[in-house]
Each structure stands twice: as C-alpha cells, then as structure tokens.
C-alpha cells in the first residue's frame, strides 16, 4: 500500500557565496547569492516578517496566509484571497523549494526571490499597500525588529530599508525545501521497496508515454519537476478567443498588436506575454514543481483543475486548442490504468517528515 507521507520544512543553516549542500535526497545544492548569504540570525528575522500580518492595511494577511505549511506552502483555494476578501486572478503557488526558480512568480515577472519578496505586500489585492514609506514605518517602531535588524544588517532606524526586508525574507524563504520522498528513495536511493506497484508504473508511464518529464524534469541526481521554462497548454484559453484573432495577426505580420481594452481576466490569461511583450508568450506560464502536488489542490495557474485525476485526464486529452497551445502538448490516449498508475505515482512526491 502507497503510504502518504508528510511535508517536510529543513532549516539550512551553513553560509555559501554560491550554494548549498542539500541533506535531502533528490534535491541539487541550494543556489545562494553572494550579496545575501544564509544565517540563523537572518532566517529568524526572514520568518517573522514573513509571519507577521501588520504588513497588510487591514492587519490581517501575511504572507503566511497564502502559503501554510500542511497544504505545502499553498493556501488550498481556486485564487488567492488578499484583504478585504478581494480575490486575486491567478492560483497561489508553493514556495517549497522556489529558491531553485530562476524567475518568480507564475508569469516569471522577478529575477530572484529578493526581487519577489515585498511585491505581494505593494499589492493592491494582496497586502494592499502602496509605498514603501508604510512598510518601513512598521518596522521602525517595533522595539524587536530594530533589535533584530541592527544585529542582523547593523543598520540602525534611520538606515533600515526595505531592501534589508527583501534579504531577510528570501533567506527564510530558501528554508522552505522538499526533498526524501517516496520516488527519491526509490529512484536515487535504489530502495525498490519505496514504489508500490502502481506508483512504479506511474512512474514508466510519466518517463514515457504520459510525456510528463519533458517539463517536469528528473536528472541523474537530483529531480526538481520543472525546468524553469514556460508553455501554454491551453488552461484559460476561454479567456482569449474574443482576442486571439488579433495576435494571431500580429504574429503573421511579425508585428506588436494594437492596445485594446482587456478585462483582469484576459490580461491574467496572456500570462508570460505580460512580461515580454512576445506574441509567442501568449498564455504561457512557467512549469509548476510536482513535489508535494497531492497538497496542493487546486490545480492549473487558474485553479481550476481540482483533483490530480482531473489534471491526468486533461492532458491526456491534449489540453484546449488554441493558436499557442505548444507543441509538447497533444492526446495522450493513455488507459484507465495508466492513468490511475500516474496519479499513484505523483503522489509518491510527498515528502518524509522524518529527516
């Protein structure tokens, strides 16, 4: 019998100008930058800010809200809440292992997790606020963060900046890794009694037929279940047809489209085309990571996808066809087995609690 295993937070504390040594089997070394090295002291002031909901104009969402710990750093709904109820346009995403992204969030709009940290917060949905002036002024008459950034970033009162907070918070950020689950032992642990029968299959099926790892990549070592790249595999396509005429154009003439008029759905819908301004980017979003994806339920950047079974057979009928479907997405004509077998198999990724 396939047993469900727990998620698992580690807390890294050793310093790199470049990475870290990872203690979780099927996971690389941790990327760090050389401007914003790891340190217990930093982490724990990261973790509070991060905890702390006064960083919101109605002092009721933090970035913990949107991402708890027993639903793998997600928040279990179709779009994320923000203050006052407001609801947001896309899904919330896991933070588990997001200091492996290359670019952050679902459309890549930030470089790095520094970069993503406070945008949330200077959202008007989300957290609601508009300058940094109000964020900062938090901070600076709190008696403990002052204590925590002097020692922290030796800054004082009148030195604090929200860079200071980018830093703090991607540092705990990067603790928030998942690695040592069933698959892992199996695979790279050679424990062949990891996999039930089913999740082995699954596991064929996803390598093969299912077309599964060409974007939700295992390497020889390690296997993080993304490739950090972007495809448009038709979700929310819906959203796009009253439109898709005009970059279908645009693309033939090699040219720009002219303005018009979209609603926040349509623009959510154009997802890396937001970012780049390339016609090709129309609808794409980057690959999610599968570790821990029985947690994260619902599914798709829009969530409307709401069991794994769900999303099995939504590939496997090639997604919704549109002019910028890619071309890694197509029928799959896999079996009632098969399918089963895959759901099996993924949710083999859910991480040990016991390292």
Known sequence: MLIMNILVVIVLSAISATAIANPLLGLPPMPIPADNLQNPEKIALGKKLFHDARFSTTRSVSCASCHRPEKAFTDGLEKA????????????????????????????????????????????????????????????????????????????????????????????????????????????????????????????????????????????????????????????????????????????????????????????????????????????????TLRNIALTAPYMHDGSVKTLTEVVEYYDQGGHANPFLDAAIFPLHLTDQEKKDLVAFMASLTSYSSL
Not at 136 to 143: L, N, P
Not at 150 to 165: L, Y
Request: glycine share 8%; proline share 4%; aromatic share 10%.
């Open 81 to 288: 809440i923000g203050i006052n109820g407001a609801i947001g346009v896309r899904n919330t995403p896991t933070l588990l292992n997001a200091g492996f992204f290359e670019q952050l969030f679902l459309d890549g709009r930030e470089p790095s997790l520094e970069k993503q940290a406070l945008k949330p917060i200077l959202n008007r949905i989300e957290h609601g606020f508009s300058d940094h002036k109000s964020i900062i002024k938090i901070i600076t008459t709190d008696s403990d963060y002052l204590t925590q950034f002097k020692k922290v970033f030796d800054v004082d009162k009148a030195t604090i900046s929200t860079v200071h907070m980018e830093k703090a918070i991607a540092s705990y950020e990067r603790t928030l890794i998942s690695g040592n689950s069933s698959f892992d032992q199996y695979y790279f642990g050679r424990d062949k009694s990891q996999l039930s029968p089913s999740a082995a299959r699954g596991l064929r099926v996803f390598r093969r037929k299912g077309n599964c790892a060409n974007c939700h990549e295992i390497s020889w070592d390690n296997a993080l279940f993304m490739d950090n790249r972007y495809y448009n595999i038709g979700v929310e396509s819906q959203q796009l047809i009253p439109i898709m005429d005009i970059f279908v154009t645009a693309l033939k003439q090699g040219a720009s489209p002219e303005p018009i008029a979209l609603t926040d759905a349509q623009k959510s819908a154009l997802g890396r085309f937001q970012v780049t301004g390339v016609i090709s980017d129309v609808g794409k979003f980057k690959t999610p």
